[in-house]
């Protein structure tokens, strides 16, 4: 770990009064009830679809030794596994704080920052409680048993560092990470590549689901979260406005990668053996003939690209 407090929940860009207004806006997201009523069956689903997807590449997904890559403040998809009695471990570079009981915030602030501490101290105030309290009952009710926390299960580290992988022990069959990557800057994604490709048996495979910066829901400004733009709800003279313009809307580190820039990058050490976005039509009645004009420098398959798929093997040496 570097001295410096590390974070991606807050970007430098972004001045006091648009972070201000970001944060509003999420606290309006969260009093709507944004993570209450936690979907136990589209948890089901999600997982499901995921075994199905390892199995077309020779992997079994139950039986695999698994890491998450960015675990985050409600690693409910890590729970989710680990409730199934899969192998699961998580990485993630910030320090969380589960629960409410749990006092970590000055841990948190001088791990990394004010801001990430800030922030959930706020949140943690006011919804964590109940958000937490309807994932463990249905996390209870669907697997039949007390619900524990797997603190050993969980790292915080640089997944840049070799010394962070050290502490996972052993290599993994499936490496997986889910709106996480997009918030990696280019030179330290180039590095925890590396690092997966060191730690991935020869067999593997690494799921990846990044939000490309190019697609709709792209600027991680909660107006234009993806149910947002399924309900129909945000402003059409603000669609791609993160393409339009070259301010931050949202207070979170991007890399503002395309899809075709992260084919690139995971071309150096992968082979990629899916490419798909999950929702490829999200945001189509939003293009106007006006606004596709504004937008010709971008192609549909990164306008409608959101949250993409890659499914990653480690390239032979011979291939290299």
Same mark, same amino acid.
């Given at each position: 770990?570097?001295?410096? @407090?590390?974070?991606? !929940? !807050? +970007?430098?860009?972004?001045?006091?009064?648009?972070?201000?207004?970001?944060?509003?806006?999420?606290?309006?997201?969260?009093? !709507?009830?944004?993570?209450?009523?936690?979907?136990?069956?589209?948890?089901?689903?999600? =997982?499901?679809?995921?075994?199905?997807?390892?199995?077309? &590449?020779?992997?079994?997904?139950?039986? #695999?030794?698994?890491?998450?890559?960015?675990?985050?403040?409600?690693?409910?998809?890590?729970?989710?596994?680990?409730?199934?009695?899969?192998?699961?471990?998580?990485? /993630?570079?910030?320090?969380?704080?589960?629960?409410? $009981? %749990?006092?970590?915030?000055? /841990?948190?602030?001088? *791990?990394?920052?004010?801001?990430?501490?800030?922030?959930?101290?706020?949140? !943690?105030?006011?919804? /964590?409680?109940?958000?937490?309290?309807?994932?463990? =009952?249905?996390?209870?009710? #669907?697997?039949? %048993?007390?619900?524990?926390? @797997?603190? +050993?299960?969980?790292?915080?580290?640089?997944?840049?560092?070799?010394?962070?992988?050290?502490?996972? *022990?052993?290599?993994?069959?499936?490496?997986? +990470?889910?709106?996480?990557?997009?918030?990696?800057?280019? @030179?330290?994604?180039?590095?925890?590549?590396?690092?997966?490709?060191?730690?991935?048996?020869?067999? $593997?495979?690494?799921?990846?689901?990044?939000?490309?910066? %190019?697609?709709?829901?792209? #600027?991680?400004?909660?107006?234009?979260?993806? /149910?947002?733009?399924?309900?129909?709800?945000?402003?059409?003279?603000?669609?791609?406005?993160?393409?339009?313009?070259?301010?931050?809307?949202?207070?979170?580190?991007?890399?503002?990668?395309?899809?075709?820039?992260?084919?690139?990058?995971? +071309?150096?050490?992968?082979?990629?053996?899916?490419?798909?976005? =999950?929702?490829?039509?999200?945001?189509?009645?939003?293009? #106007?003939?006006?606004?596709?004009?504004?937008?010709?420098? &971008? @192609?549909?398959?990164?306008?409608?690209?959101?949250?993409?798929?890659?499914?990653?093997?480690?390239?032979?040496?011979?291939?290299?």
């Amino acid at each position: 770990m570097h001295n410096d @407090p590390q974070t991606a !929940s !807050s +970007s430098s860009e972004i001045g006091p009064a648009r972070r201000a207004f970001y944060l509003w806006k999420l606290l309006k997201l969260y009093g !709507s009830g944004y993570r209450r009523n936690f979907d136990s069956a589209r948890a089901d689903r999600e =997982l499901e679809d995921d075994r199905r997807l390892a199995s077309r &590449y020779g992997v079994d997904l139950t039986t #695999s030794r698994v890491l998450e890559v960015g675990f985050g403040q409600f690693p409910f998809r890590l729970l989710w596994m680990h409730g199934a009695r899969m192998d699961v471990r998580g990485l /993630d570079l910030e320090l969380p704080q589960y629960r409410p $009981g %749990t006092s970590r915030l000055m /841990d948190i602030a001088r *791990t990394n920052g004010a801001v990430r501490a800030a922030k959930t101290a706020v949140r !943690s105030a006011l919804f /964590d409680r109940s958000i937490w309290r309807d994932f463990i =009952l249905a996390w209870e009710r #669907s697997f039949q %048993t007390t619900f524990e926390f @797997p603190w +050993s299960r969980m790292l915080v580290g640089d997944a840049a560092l070799p010394e962070t992988w050290a502490r996972t *022990t052993g290599e993994f069959d499936v490496i997986y +990470s889910e709106d996480v990557f997009e918030h990696i800057p280019r @030179p330290q994604l180039e590095r925890v590549l590396l690092r997966m490709a060191e730690n991935l048996a020869d067999h $593997g495979i690494a799921i990846i689901k990044p939000l490309i910066f %190019t697609g709709i829901t792209g #600027s991680h400004d909660p107006e234009w979260y993806d /149910d947002e733009v399924r309900r129909g709800t945000p402003d059409p003279g603000a669609a791609w406005q993160h393409l339009r313009r070259s301010t931050p809307l949202a207070d979170t580190v991007l890399n503002r990668l395309s899809r075709r820039e992260f084919r690139e990058v995971f +071309s150096h050490k992968f082979d990629i053996l899916e490419d798909r976005a =999950l929702e490829p039509d999200l945001g189509r009645a939003y293009l #106007s003939p006006e606004l596709a004009r504004e937008l010709k420098a &971008y @192609p549909e398959n990164e306008l409608f690209s959101n949250k993409v798929c890659f499914v990653l093997r480690k390239r032979r040496p011979d291939s290299v």
